[in-house]
């Protein structure tokens, strides 16, 4: 999957434990009705957004990724996460 727009925020790194690190960042995509996206780029990945700046419009490749958790209460929730491995300038 891909979505195509602008990049809107660029976070930086964070180290989610010893073995795992992420980095945020939002795309405002270029649909009639623009939605702000949050994707995530994890492990090796996450320095492929240094070539970009804010306001460079790109298309990123995806996945779409849940997940289910049990609170400690017994309720189960799910969460989903973008997470984006590729990319590239819009005119390249």
């Known amino acids: 999957m891909e979505i195509t727009g602008k990049i809107k925020l660029i976070r930086d790194t964070q180290e989610v434990s010893s073995?795992?690190?992420k980095r945020e960042f939002v795309v405002e995509?270029?649909?009639?009705?623009?939605?702000?996206?949050?994707l995530e780029l994890h492990q090796d990945k996450c320095d492929i957004i240094d070539a970009y700046h804010?306001?460079?419009?790109?298309?990123?490749?995806i996945n779409l990724r849940g997940r289910e958790w049990q609170s400690p209460l017994?309720?189960?929730?799910?969460?989903?996460?973008?997470?984006c491995w590729?990319?590239?300038?819009?005119n390249g």
Not at 54 to 61: I, P, R
């Open 54 to 61: 804010v306001g460079q419009e790109v298309v990123c490749s």
């Open 86 to 90: 590729k990319i590239q300038p819009v």
């Open 29 to 38: 995509s270029s649909d009639q009705y623009p939605q702000l996206i949050q």
């Open 74 to 83: 017994g309720e189960t929730k799910y969460f989903n996460t973008i997470v």
């Open 19 to 21: 073995n795992f690190s």
